[in-house]
């Protein structure tokens, strides 16, 4: 009975997505946040938990309701919407928000080890196109001075490194700002969760992390 109230109280996340937010969330001054492609809200979830207003979206009904069991069982409140990003027509701006966006996951080949040869340049390439687009809209609708902290699962080029690279060289008004944390590698314009600072537990996934600020 103990332990099924302590697992009813609990997510378990990996300590590499921890860090991305523990890592980045002070960059956000509005605690009004939308948490984009959102399910199943490990990171809306922590953010919540820092007292943070999140707006979780996501097209993906099954990971929505795994979002919605999560906050059930932590009996947390959020506001949850199925919303395909790239379709929705949005008439609010934002001052903060959470871009994790969809991608190969090759982060993840520690608990996922085919991952790796599931995934070919073709897919990668695909996956890029559409986190550009993604980027692009989050900064259409981040107001002047707001900050988007853009995510990946993966340590792929083709979906870290070179997508803000893409980005910054496209909108001149976009600023790369630094990001204090002794558990990543900076790498050009964003950082990589370094799984060694964690080996003691085991270590954990790799995520690439870019902070931007619209100026």
Not at 153 to 158: K, L, T, V
Not at 165 to 173: A, E, G, L, P, R
Not at 177 to 189: A, E, F, G, L, T
Request: charged share 25%; glycine share 6%.
């Amino acid at each position: 009975m103990l332990e099924k109230k302590i697992l009813k109280g609990c997510i378990v996340q990996d300590i590499g997505n921890f860090e991305t937010i523990m890592a980045t969330h002070n960059f956000f001054k509005d605690k009004n946040l939308i948490d984009i492609c959102a399910a199943p809200g490990g990171k809306s979830i922590l953010l919540n938990s820092l007292g943070f207003n999140v707006l979780s979206i996501d097209k993906s009904q099954n990971q929505i309701n795994k979002f919605k069991e999560n906050i059930s069982r932590l009996n947390l409140k959020l506001d949850i919407q199925k919303v395909d990003f790239l379709d929705e027509k949005f008439t609010d701006r934002y001052n903060s928000i959470l871009l994790d966006a969809p991608c190969s996951a090759l982060g993840t080949f520690r608990r996922n080890p085919d991952v790796t040869i599931k995934i070919d340049q073709s897919l990668i390439k695909k996956h890029q196109k559409i986190q550009l687009k993604m980027l692009e809209k989050s900064l259409k609708i981040l107001n002047f001075g707001g900050f988007l902290v853009y995510i990946v699962c993966s340590f792929h080029p083709f979906e870290t490194i070179d997508v803000i690279d893409k980005t910054i060289q496209k909108y001149q008004n976009v600023k790369i700002h630094n990001v204090v944390s002794n558990k990543m590698i900076k790498r050009q314009n964003g950082y990589f969760i370094n799984p060694l600072t964690f080996k003691n537990i085991g270590g954990s996934d790799i995520f690439f992390v870019s902070v931007l600020e619209k100026v």
